[in-house]
């Protein structure tokens, strides 16, 4: 069974410095997301993607967030400056519809 | 937009069925009902949706009335490993094409 994939499965860095996030999504879905879970919270939205552009982004997905495609199956979300408040579990999703959408393990973000 | 409503924590041992309500009393004619479950540390994972009536898969069986204004999740036989957060989410939650996760059910089975 087709599974979202996501690396690395944990990343450490400094306060400021840029991390770029990975996901390969399912290779047919159309839609592609990224979502965060700070550690004892909800899975908040930030962006989703589609036709290789923005369809929608929250608060927090401020001008430190972007996210690419750059080919055909990877999908990038990075963090320009990181802060403490940026640690948490980073989840990409990927869907052939929007109301149904598939996730993939997670990327545990510490920033120290 | 159709709010969801569903227990925060229910408890269970294993071998039993758990059912776990949800409800949405606004859901729009358009909107499918669609159920998640997370372990910690983990992506949510899609467990079953539906429109209306009953859906059944390997994993669960959702049943929804005919008004729709809630839906019944059903976990035949539970076992420890189904120890999870479950979260009923119905059509596009939070507008646009984002879901919007609630706190979910906190399912706790135990011996």
């Known amino acids: 069974e087709p599974e979202v994939t996501q690396t690395p499965s944990h990343q450490v860095t400094q306060m400021g410095q840029e991390v770029i996030l990975r996901c390969v999504p399912i290779?047919?879905?159309?839609?592609f997301y990224w979502y965060r879970q700070i550690l004892g919270q909800k899975v908040e939205f930030l962006v989703s993607?589609?036709?290789?552009?923005?369809?929608?982004k929250s608060e927090i997905f401020d001008d430190q967030f972007s996210v690419e495609r750059p080919d055909g199956s990877n999908f990038t979300l990075k963090i320009r400056s990181t802060k403490l408040e940026d640690s948490a579990m980073y989840f990409c999703?990927?869907?052939?519809?929007?109301?149904?959408?598939?996730f993939g393990p997670g990327t545990r973000l510490t920033v120290l | 937009l159709a709010k969801t409503t569903q227990p925060i924590s229910m408890d269970s041992y294993e071998g039993q069925e758990v059912n776990i309500t949800c409800s949405h009393n606004?859901?729009?004619?358009?909107?499918?009902i669609t159920w998640y479950q997370q372990f910690p540390s983990q992506g949510p994972r899609f467990i079953i949706q539906?429109?209306?009536t009953k859906v059944t898969n390997e994993v669960a069986s959702l049943f929804i009335p005919a008004d729709r204004k809630s839906s019944t999740l059903s976990l035949p036989r539970v076992s420890l490993s189904d120890t999870a957060v479950y979260y009923c989410?119905?059509?596009?939650?939070?507008?646009?094409?984002?879901?919007?996760f609630g706190t979910g059910t906190q399912l706790k089975v135990e011996l």
């Open positions: 539906g429109y209306k």
């Open positions: 606004n859901i729009a004619t358009n909107d499918y």
């Open positions: 999703a990927s869907g052939f519809r929007t109301d149904t959408q598939y």
């Open positions: 993607f589609y036709n290789n552009e923005i369809s929608e």
């Open positions: 290779s047919n879905h159309l839609y």
């Open positions: 989410l119905v059509g596009l939650t939070g507008g646009g094409n984002k879901l919007t």
